[in-house]
């Protein structure tokens, strides 16, 4: 049996030894690792964006859809004026003679401001002190016994309706000269009645439907 010696390896064959990369090296990967993850993230990032964008897009047409569908939508104020014979009359004067009176409609963002209002500064000066929350109004004339109506186009901003009746004597205790109709208690088709008397101004109830 023949005898196997073992001879060391030239140096040339010895493994090289894993040598440490110099400071410059680490610093260059790390900064080369960052702006990797950097422009990894970026796509990600306004994908996320433009998903809140269309979120808020689909939130804001849904509240749309459901306007659309669960509020009626009315362009045109439809009221109806009615008046009894005895009509503006003054309760200081015996046998008060009826005269005809007018009714003035405002169509306003928000009633707070009419709700403080006398009787006195709607009729002098009404259209200045609501001009905050006026959008528009009008006039109309009832005589009495006598029918009116008003047809108008109604703001898109209004919210409220104010019908206030220019009484020569009105009850300012009861404030039954005046009466407000929230948009929602319209209707697109049919008329709201008012019924006018003595110095009253009555809003019918809303037939059922």
């Known amino acids: 049996m023949r005898a196997i010696f073992l001879r060391p390896l ?3 064959w010895v493994p090289i030894r894993a040598c ?6 680490k610093e260059t990967d790390v900064l080369r690792i ?3 993850k950097t422009a990894c ?5 306004a994908l ?4 809140c964008g269309l979120t808020q897009r689909v939130s804001e047409g849904t509240k749309s859809a459901f306007n659309a569908v669960f509020y009626k939508k009315i362009n045109t104020l439809h009221l109806d004026f009615t008046a009894r014979e005895a009509l503006n009359t003054d309760a200081r004067e015996n046998h008060s003679l009826s005269e005809p009176v007018v009714v003035r409609i405002y169509q306003l963002k928000d009633r707070q401001t009419f709700d403080r209002l006398v009787y006195q500064q709607l009729l002098e000066e009404g259209d200045i002190l609501l001009a905050a929350d006026l959008l528009a109004s009008r006039d109309v004339v009832i005589g009495p016994g006598g029918d009116a109506s008003l047809n108008m186009p109604l703001e898109a901003e209004a919210t409220f309706v104010a019908v206030v009746g220019l009484f020569r004597h009105p009850d300012t205790q009861r404030n039954t000269w005046k009466q407000v109709l929230a948009r929602e208690e319209l209707d697109p088709d049919k008329p709201r009645i008012f019924t006018a008397e003595h110095n009253q101004l009555r809003l019918r109830p809303e037939a059922a439907k």
């Open 41 to 45: 993230l970026l796509p990600l990032l």
């Open 10 to 12: 030239p140096p040339s």
């Open 48 to 51: 996320c964006l433009s998903g």
């Open 20 to 25: 440490s990369l110099p400071p410059f090296y």
């Open 34 to 36: 960052s702006l990797t």
